[in-house]
């Protein structure tokens, strides 16, 4: 079956400027998260959306950067005002947190969005 | 501190060798522990979990130490097709948030 999309792959933008990165989860998972990962690091946690709220937003940098996920599928991370250090590739993830507890939900990554700020 | 922590390498090896990553978590009260995969310029993939008393498939081993707050990854009989950043995570303590390590790259070569 199809896996998360994520779109556009590339995005660059210059200094100041607004953009939103969309992400369509794997039919029927319930949870999705955002993720950065900038260059030579791991990936860092932004936000998890559990539905349609956000269930978990202690990622987020600051208030330059805002996600939604209206309809419960589709999520669109928006960030204002750019700045250079917001380089990097933006990474999505779902899971369908219905295993019980103690199981691991698996998180399925996006291909991701680069992002560079000129 | 970072929470999850582990050599970047790169770990250069030829074909058939035996290479172990290791990795140490600041959390005790982490519960769940992962190795994800990452191809170049790709996105991460769940490579196994690690569990307490240890887990093998095929030629990956992977250990967990609580007391010592450490996990490992073992890969016997190296292939080519093993080059690729290996991504330390660690599933943050009642959430469902990854945290994850820089990665350690590894390179096969012929």
């Known amino acids: 079956g199809a896996g998360v999309s994520q779109t556009p792959s590339n995005k660059v933008t210059e200094k100041g400027k607004y953009v939103e990165l969309r992400c369509d989860p794997i039919?029927?998972?319930?949870?999705l998260y955002w993720y950065r990962q900038s260059l030579g690091q791991g990936p860092e946690f932004l936000i998890y959306?559990?539905?349609?709220?956000?269930?978990?937003d202690s990622g987020l940098p600051n208030d330059r950067f805002f996600a939604v996920r209206p309809e419960g599928s589709v999520s669109t991370l928006k960030i204002q005002r750019t700045e250079r250090g917001d380089s990097a590739v933006y990474l999505c993830?779902?899971?369908?947190?219905?295993?019980?507890?103690?199981?691991?939900?698996?998180?399925?990554f996006g291909p991701g969005t680069r992002l560079t700020v000129l | 501190r970072k929470e999850v922590e582990q050599d970047p390498g790169p770990f250069n090896v030829p074909e058939g060798a035996t290479v172990a990553f290791n990795c140490t978590y600041s959390?005790?009260?982490?519960?769940?522990f992962f190795w994800y995969r990452q191809d170049c310029r790709k996105e991460p993939k769940l490579l196994m979990s690690?569990?307490?008393s240890g887990n093998e498939d095929g030629r990956f081993t992977a250990q967990l130490n609580r007391a010592s707050q450490y996990i490992s990854l073992l890969i016997r009989d190296s292939k080519l097709s093993d080059s690729a950043t290996y991504l330390c995570?660690?599933?943050?303590?009642?959430?469902?948030?990854?945290?994850f390590g820089t990665g350690t790259r590894l390179q096969v070569f012929p």
């Open positions: 690690v569990y307490s």
């Open positions: 959390n005790s009260a982490s519960q769940s």
């Open positions: 993830a779902s899971s369908d947190p219905t295993r019980g507890p103690g199981s691991y939900n698996e998180q399925f």
């Open positions: 959306f559990q539905g349609t709220g956000a269930a978990d």
């Open positions: 039919s029927g998972h319930t949870a």
């Open positions: 995570v660690v599933l943050s303590y009642n959430t469902d948030k990854l945290i």
